[in-house]
């Protein structure tokens, strides 16, 4: 009897232990189970003597007569870097038809995926709406519409996620896939769903079409995990690239493999080539500009007149699933002939992915491209005494090709200007400054923080290898620093907490995954005494203040003719 009574509480104890631990467990760990049974891509390599994990391969149509010779093969130095990006190169057959598969072939290395036009499973049921779903972090669900019937999504009609429980939350409408184009909403998994495993793909209806309120079928597909899925994919003349999440889980390190497999699950489509549009009369703008955006409308006319009166010309934006008039304020500066253009990007913690995309993307129509956020401003202290702007101000100060006759001398060109930051602080606001970031924000920081980089595009190493601030240069190319006597960047970073906390949890920063967990407490992403709570703190208007700086503040004033009354110039 006395063994029996023991026995009883650690059977308890055990099976609360597996009970909890499994959602736990299967939520986190890399998605391999879900995939045996949809279309995907395969990656398969075969090495017995290579450092890193790439190549300069060749992609031809299925054929028994292809053969690769010494002038069609050259070796690289890609890798998979920091959990997000996987970089094929150098493919010179590409398939003649969309969705075609590829066979890559090489000596010593053996790749080959197929990559179909749908690329991974879809469900559809009589009511419903065919679409793919993808488990995001903090139980959030991407519901991916088919591309044959995102013309069919009414902007204006409520949708709503069936679950296998029956549960029925909102389908929030997110934002648009491009190329194809495919409608994305988000719905919240619920907790009763959370809890049953496998975590099965809900159903996209109208309200009006769950009528009989019926749980979704055991037979839809589970889930697509964020943690192991090939996101998107870009086709160039010579290169496809796809970016992958769940290669590197650790940050800073660049895989080295001498035999790998990979069978991954995909959202992206393999698309004829893309670029970014130019005006083929006419030379590569000398300045772009990039950045990643979320919910920036408020401050982006300020950012693009600015930077477009010194010398940008074009600006593209990578739009990380902002919900706000992001898109009335792109179209309004189109509308006034500015260069704007942006793409899709929903994607979490994906800002190093995104600005290697867009070096290879603007490649043939930029020349130098600016990577900076939208409350950061380039300033030179020369241009304090100048009346007026001029388009040439950014340009005259990047570098131009050298021809370097004296051996003694580094031969190496510059490909990169790295640009110190003063980081401001609210500056007493309480609130947005109506006439703007620049003209309400003027105490700052003793010391510059971090830098943010100016980069030619042709001197970008083969692997796009970033860290945000800047990229690894090919050989033959050299990094900069600027003297801050020459060029700073005003970074506007901590506003009036009412801006401020509307960008606590939602970065798109790398290295801080969640500010509400205490994960890599001691990045320079954090807030220094904030913690991980969006708590306005007692001196939060004074905080941040050990210089007043109205350097830009004036400067702006005389060249934009502002005064303390008039209306903002920049909404």
Same mark, same amino acid.
């Given at each position: 009897?006395?063994?029996?009574?023991?026995?009883?509480p650690?059977?308890?104890?055990?099976?609360?232990?597996?009970?909890?631990?499994?959602?736990?467990?299967?939520?986190?760990?890399d998605?391999?189970?879900?995939?045996?049974?949809?279309?995907?891509?395969?990656?398969?390599?075969?090495?017995k003597?290579?450092?890193?994990?790439?190549?300069?391969?060749?992609?031809?149509?299925?054929?028994?007569?292809f053969?690769?010779t010494?002038?069609?093969?050259?070796?690289?130095?890609?890798?998979?870097?920091?959990?997000?990006?996987?970089?094929?190169?150098?493919?010179?057959?590409?398939?003649?038809?969309?969705?075609?598969?590829?066979?890559?072939?090489?000596?010593?290395?053996?790749f080959?995926?197929?990559?179909?036009?749908t690329?991974?499973?879809?469900?559809?049921?009589?009511?419903?709406?065919?679409?793919?779903?993808?488990?995001?972090?903090?139980?959030?669900?991407?519901?991916?519409?088919?591309?044959?019937?995102?013309?069919?999504?009414?902007?204006?009609?409520?949708?709503?996620?069936?679950?296998?429980?029956?549960?029925?939350?909102?389908?929030?409408?997110?934002?648009?896939?491009?190329?194809?184009?495919?409608?994305?909403?988000?719905?919240?998994?619920?907790?009763?769903?959370?809890?049953?495993?496998?975590?099965?793909?809900?159903?996209?209806?109208k309200?009006?079409?769950?009528?009989?309120?019926k749980?979704?079928?055991?037979?839809?597909?589970?889930?697509?995990?964020?943690?192991?899925l090939?996101?998107?994919?870009?086709?160039?003349?010579d290169?496809?690239?796809?970016?992958?999440?769940?290669?590197?889980?650790?940050?800073?390190?660049?895989?080295?493999?001498?035999?790998?497999?990979?069978?991954?699950?995909?959202?992206?489509?393999?698309?004829?080539?893309?670029?970014?549009?130019?005006?083929?009369?006419?030379?590569?703008?000398?300045?772009?500009?990039?950045?990643?955006?979320?919910?920036?409308?408020?401050?982006?006319?300020?950012?693009v007149?600015?930077?477009?009166?010194?010398?940008?010309? /074009?600006? @593209?934006?990578?739009?990380? *699933?902002? &919900?706000?008039? $992001?898109? #009335? +304020?792109v179209?309004?500066?189109?509308?006034?002939?500015?260069?704007?253009?942006?793409?899709?990007?929903?994607?979490?913690?994906?800002?190093?992915?995104?600005f290697?995309?867009?070096?290879?993307?603007?490649?043939?129509?930029?020349?130098?491209m600016?990577?900076?956020?939208?409350?950061?401003?380039?300033?030179?202290?020369?241009?304090?005494?100048?009346?007026?702007?001029?388009?040439?101000?950014?340009?005259?100060?990047?570098?131009?090709?050298?021809?370097?006759?004296?051996?003694?001398?580094?031969?190496?060109?510059?490909?990169?200007?790295?640009?110190?930051c003063?980081?401001?602080?609210?500056?007493?606001?309480?609130?947005?400054?109506?006439?703007?970031?620049?003209?309400?924000?003027n105490?700052?920081?003793?010391?510059?923080?971090?830098? /943010?980089? @100016?980069?030619?595009?042709? *001197?970008? &190493?083969?692997? $796009?290898? #970033? +860290?945000?601030?800047?990229?690894?240069?090919k050989?033959?190319?050299?990094?900069?620093k600027?003297?801050?006597r020459?060029?700073?960047?005003?970074?506007?970073?901590?506003?009036?907490?009412?801006?401020?906390?509307?960008?606590?949890?939602?970065r798109?920063?790398?290295?801080?995954v969640?500010?509400?967990?205490?994960?890599?407490?001691r990045?320079?992403?954090?807030?220094?005494?904030?913690?991980?709570?969006?708590?306005?703190?007692?001196?939060?208007?004074?905080?941040?203040?050990?210089?007043?700086?109205?350097?830009?503040?004036?400067?702006?004033?005389?060249?934009?003719?502002?005064?303390?009354?008039?209306?903002?110039?920049?909404?």
């Open positions: 009897m006395t063994r029996k009574v023991r026995m009883i650690s059977i308890f104890i055990i099976t609360s232990i597996f009970f909890f631990a499994t959602p736990y467990h299967l939520y986190h760990y998605f391999i189970s879900a995939i045996n049974d949809v279309p995907k891509i395969t990656i398969t390599i075969s090495s003597n290579i450092k890193n994990f790439a190549v300069h391969e060749n992609i031809s149509l299925p054929s028994d007569e053969a690769i010494d002038n069609n093969f050259q070796s690289s130095t890609n890798m998979i870097k920091n959990d997000f990006l996987f970089a094929f190169a150098m493919i010179f057959h590409l398939p003649s038809k969309i969705g075609s598969p590829l066979s890559l072939v090489l000596p010593l290395y053996i080959s995926f197929y990559f179909p036009f690329p991974c499973e879809t469900q559809q049921l009589p009511d419903s709406i065919s679409s793919l779903s993808i488990l995001m972090p903090d139980w959030e669900v991407f519901v991916i519409v088919s591309p044959d019937y995102t013309h069919l999504i009414s902007p204006h009609d409520p949708y709503i996620c069936e679950f296998e429980t029956g549960d029925v939350p909102p389908a929030i409408p997110a934002s648009e896939l491009q190329i194809p184009v495919r409608s994305l909403f988000k719905c919240e998994l619920p907790k009763r769903d959370c809890r049953r495993l496998p975590f099965k793909q809900p159903i996209l209806m309200p009006s079409e769950n009528r009989n309120n749980p979704a079928p055991t037979t839809s597909p589970e889930m697509l995990r964020w943690t192991f090939v996101y998107d994919s870009l086709t160039m003349d290169d496809v690239v796809l970016f992958v999440k769940g290669l590197n889980n650790r940050q800073g390190i660049n895989r080295e493999s001498s035999e790998f497999n990979l069978v991954v699950p995909s959202v992206a489509y393999y698309t004829k080539p893309r670029k970014l549009k130019g005006n083929e009369k006419l030379e590569r703008a000398r300045v772009c500009a990039c950045t990643m955006a979320y919910n920036v409308g408020k401050f982006l006319k300020e950012w007149l600015y930077h477009s009166k010194i010398g940008v010309e /074009k600006f @593209i934006l990578y739009d990380n *699933a902002s &919900d706000n008039d $992001l898109s #009335n +304020v179209n309004e500066l189109v509308r006034d002939g500015y260069d704007v253009k942006t793409y899709s990007w929903v994607w979490p913690k994906t800002q190093e992915a995104g290697s995309r867009s070096a290879i993307y603007a490649k043939d129509s930029c020349s130098w600016m990577y900076i956020d939208v409350d950061e401003f380039v300033y030179s202290p020369q241009w304090s005494k100048l009346s007026h702007p001029s388009k040439s101000l950014l340009p005259s100060m990047l570098p131009n090709p050298k021809n370097v006759q004296d051996s003694s001398l580094d031969k190496r060109q510059i490909g990169e200007l790295t640009i110190s003063y980081e401001f602080g609210p500056s007493n606001k309480k609130s947005h400054p109506i006439m703007g970031v620049t003209q309400g924000y105490c700052r920081r003793k010391v510059e923080n971090k830098h /943010k980089s @100016i980069v030619l595009l042709d *001197a970008v &190493d083969h692997s $796009l290898c #970033n +860290v945000i601030h800047h990229f690894i240069l050989q033959g190319y050299k990094i900069k600027v003297n801050v020459d060029m700073v960047l005003n970074h506007y970073k901590f506003q009036a907490w009412s801006e401020f906390k509307a960008k606590f949890r939602r798109v920063s790398a290295y801080v969640d500010w509400t967990k205490e994960l890599n407490p990045s320079n992403d954090r807030t220094p005494g904030l913690g991980c709570s969006a708590i306005e703190p007692k001196d939060w208007p004074s905080k941040f203040c050990e210089v007043y700086d109205n350097c830009l503040k004036d400067l702006t004033r005389r060249w934009f003719g502002l005064k303390c009354h008039d209306p903002p110039l920049f909404h």
